[in-house]
Structure formats: structure tokens, C-alpha cells
């Protein structure tokens, strides 16, 4: 069965502290596609990044970076120097054929930003 | 500007009543779907569309109907089956249904509550 667990409800860090975002998944497919999604408090859903199950290269844009392990299952998202605007909902989800190519995502981690 | 759009932003429904919500993209997308989020959840899936004329049910259908007649519009109408609506709704579009080419675009949500 498909799964994904994000173990951190609620995180609160200092402006230009780093904090990661942690994302484990559990699927039986070999193909598959994750996401991280951010919703800042006006609602939207606004997507962040999409890696595939054969790409395991870190990747890094800007501020934001993330680890895609497939030997631990789980794709952690981390914010350096992080900002008040930076104060959202994040989401980690998976794509794959257990779950009829439909998006399954976590429950979500609230990112507090303190100036 | 290209993009989703959801109406109303805020949607007050009586008992018994349906009501319906509104989502166009112009994106050219095939693909559209309607997720709803409770608080302190994560997004679950309750229709998708993979093509107009065409529609699917997802993980939490009951007391919910689609229709998509036109590409660039899904409606989603919440009848009086559904005994707990109140719920933010998401509407998302991708360029097609299926792992390759679905990375999901979301709107701005409607927050249905009921008198």
C-alpha cells in the first residue's frame, strides 16, 4: 500500500535558521514520481518540485534544497536562511500505480517563521 | 495570465441544499480533479477527470457529482447526501492523467460552510 508520513506536524524556527523538512513514502511500485507542494495561508497549493524514482540527484534552487534517498525511502525538503515568507503548509506526496496514477499526499508540516 | 480559477472564495450552504463550485483552467490541460482538505489533513481525492466527457471517482466520492463538458471547466456539486461538507475545496489541472505528465497546478480553493 502506498504511504506517506510526514512525522513533523508542527516546526518553529528563527529567521535565517535552516530547517528541514522531513518525508517518508512507502510504495511497491518501482516507478514513481514525488512532490512537494507549499500552501501559504491564502490556501493555494503551489508546487515546488517533482523528482522520479530513477533520479536520486540532490537538487538545489535558491534557498531551497532536497535529498532524495530511495535506501531510507524519503525525500527531505530543507530551507536555508529561512524568512518569514517562507511561513506555510508543506506538503510531501507520491505518484504511482498503486494509487491509480493519482497524487497521494501527506498530512502536511506547518512551518512557523519567527522574526 | 494562464491559471486556475475557483468560485466563490466562500460558499455558505443550508441543510439539504446542493450547492456547486465552480473551477476553469486555460491552460489547455486534459486533466482535472477535485481534492478536498479538513484541518490538519492532507488532500484527499474525491473526482477526477482524464479527458472531457469523462470522469472518475476518487477515494471520497459519496455525496459529490462532476460534470465535464467542456475542457477548460469541472464543476463540482455538493448535494445533500454529503451529511459533513464544511471542508476547503481544491481544484487542480495537469497537462494529462498519468505518471509522466501529471504534475498537478492547483487554484485558489473554495471554504464551503454549512448554516
Known amino acids: 500500500a502506498q504511504k506517506v508520513t510526514q512525522a513533523q506536524t508542527e516546526i518553529s524556527v528563527v529567521e535565517k535558521e535552516d530547517v528541514t523538512l522531513d518525508c517518508v513514502y512507502e510504495?511497491?511500485?518501482?516507478?514513481?514520481?514525488l512532490f512537494w507542494y507549499k500552501q501559504p495561508p491564502s490556501g493555494e497549493l503551489v508546487f515546488l518540485i517533482r523528482?522520479?524514482?530513477?533520479?536520486?540527484q540532490n537538487e538545489i534552487s535558491g534557498r531551497y534544497s532536497w535529498n532524495f534517498q530511495k535506501s531510507t525511502s524519503s525525500f527531505n525538503f530543507t530551507i536555508t536562511a529561512s524568512q518569514v515568507v517562507d511561513s506555510a503548509v508543506y506538503f510531501c506526496?507520491?505518484?504511482?500505480?498503486?494509487?491509480?496514477?493519482?497524487?497521494?499526499f501527506g498530512t502536511g508540516t506547518r512551518l512557523t517563521v519567527i522574526p | 495570465d494562464g491559471g486556475i480559477t475557483q468560485s466563490p472564495k466562500y460558499l455558505f450552504r443550508k441543510e439539504g441544499q446542493n450547492v456547486t463550485l465552480s473551477c476553469e483552467q486555460n491552460?489547455?490541460?486534459?486533466?482535472m480533479y477535485w481534492y478536498r482538505q479538513d484541518p490538519g489533513q492532507g488532500l484527499r481525492l474525491i473526482y477526477y477527470?482524464?479527458?472531457?466527457?469523462?470522469?472518475q471517482k476518487g477515494d471520497i466520492a459519496e455525496g459529490y457529482s462532476v460534470s465535464r463538458e467542456k475542457k477548460e471547466s469541472f464543476p463540482l456539486t455538493v448535494t445533500s447526501a454529503q451529511k459533513n461538507p464544511t471542508a476547503f475545496y481544491l481544484c487542480?489541472?495537469?497537462?494529462?492523467?498519468?505518471?509522466?505528465?501529471?504534475?498537478?497546478?492547483f487554484g485558489p480553493g473554495t471554504r464551503l460552510l454549512v448554516l
Open positions: 510504495t511497491r511500485d518501482t516507478t514513481y514520481y
Open positions: 487542480a489541472s495537469s497537462i494529462a492523467w498519468g505518471t509522466a505528465t501529471q504534475t498537478q497546478y
Open positions: 491552460l489547455n490541460h486534459d486533466a
Open positions: 477527470s482524464q479527458i472531457v466527457n469523462d470522469f
Open positions: 506526496a507520491l505518484l504511482d500505480q498503486t494509487g491509480a496514477n493519482n497524487l497521494f
Open positions: 523528482r522520479n524514482s530513477f533520479d536520486e
